[in-house]
């Protein structure tokens, strides 16, 4: 393991070549993923925020690496004194790996508490809606209360909210007589 170049990719500008690096370096090494976590949790702010973007996209490309650390990211889901990115990328993650049943309900009820929120950013109102379709998927009775939820923020929801949400409640909506 090449600590030496993970901590260098982690220190360059946030942005989407330095992610890429990020994600070409730890592959699919589950040994650089758990340093990269370790960055995550431990890191300044900013470090923070660039781990949590790569963690993002790993999470979706390879949901087994992340397996281990889901009371660690629901953990950090909870901590308000995180910058948003860190949310939004947690968020991200749960969009498609596989959520597992312990965590479920505590997830799902974060997430609905971020569509509700006036002053939450629009991803992760947007990525929370996915999040908890999912969730309601398996728990039908989840259903009207997210139906109900997503439409309270319609009117006054951001175009790309308004999307989310109309498609969501769509789909919702179809998938509850079944």
Known sequence: MNSTMLSHLITKPNNKQTVREI?????????????????????????????????????EQSPTLIAPYHTILLAHLQDNTK???????????????????????????????????????????????????????KYTDLIPELIDAIASVLPTGSAGV??????????LTKNKGK
């Open 23 to 59: 994600i070409d370096f730890v592959g699919n090494s589950p040994a650089l993923f758990e340093e990269l976590m370790d960055y995550f949790i431990h890191g300044s702010s900013s470090v923070s925020q660039t781990t949590s973007w790569a963690l993002g996209y790993i999470g």
């Open 83 to 137: 910058h948003n990115a860190v949310r939004r990328n947690i968020v991200r993650i749960y969009q498609t790996c596989p959520i597992p049943e312990e965590i479920e309900g505590e997830l799902y009820e974060h997430c609905m508490s971020y569509i509700l929120n006036p002053n939450e950013a629009i991803a992760i109102k947007a990525f929370s809606m996915t999040v908890c379709e999912r969730i309601a998927q």
């Open 162 to 171: 308004k999307n989310r949400g109309m498609h969501t409640i769509t789909r």
